[in-house]
Nanobody
Framework: VQLVESGGGLVQAGGSLRLSCATS????????MGWYRQAPGKQRELVAT????????IYADSVKGRFTISRDNAKNTMYLQMSSLKPEDTAVYSCNARGRVGPLDFNSWGQGTQVTVSS
């Protein structure tokens, strides 16, 4: 599964951005999709995930109430709407997709997109 992110950029604190993650396969074949981020000098951390089986979503405590994960099945695209951005949200954001195609499991990552929030 190939993933291509877009939508990153530079925004002032308090602003909004929407990230997109286009997949090469139908979203229906993907068990879990999510967004992760990695700031300079820090480990990659989970931002938000969506699990298809029970339609559940998980958000990091630091983004709850500000970020929303969603998907458009017809476009095979996942989104991350980010609002009330803070400088500490600055990071490279990557999308991830896990699932199974026939007997093979996959765990795919996008190339990442930079989000920079200025104070």
């Amino acid at each position: 599964v190939q993933l291509v992110e877009s939508g990153g950029g530079l925004v002032q604190a308090g602003g909004s951005l929407r990230l997109s993650c286009a997949t090469s396969r139908s979203i229906f074949s993907i068990s879990t999709m999510g967004w992760y981020r990695q700031a300079p000098g820090k480990q990659r951390e989970l931002v938000a995930t969506f699990t298809r089986g029970d339609s559940s979503t998980i958000y990091a405590d630091s983004v709850k109430g500000r970020f929303t994960i969603s998907r458009d099945n017809a476009k095979n695209t996942m989104y991350l709407q980010m609002s009330s951005l803070k400088p500490e949200d600055t990071a490279v954001y990557s999308c991830n997709a896990r699932g199974r195609v026939g007997p093979l499991d996959f765990n795919s990552w996008g190339q990442g997109t930079q989000v920079t929030v200025s104070s």
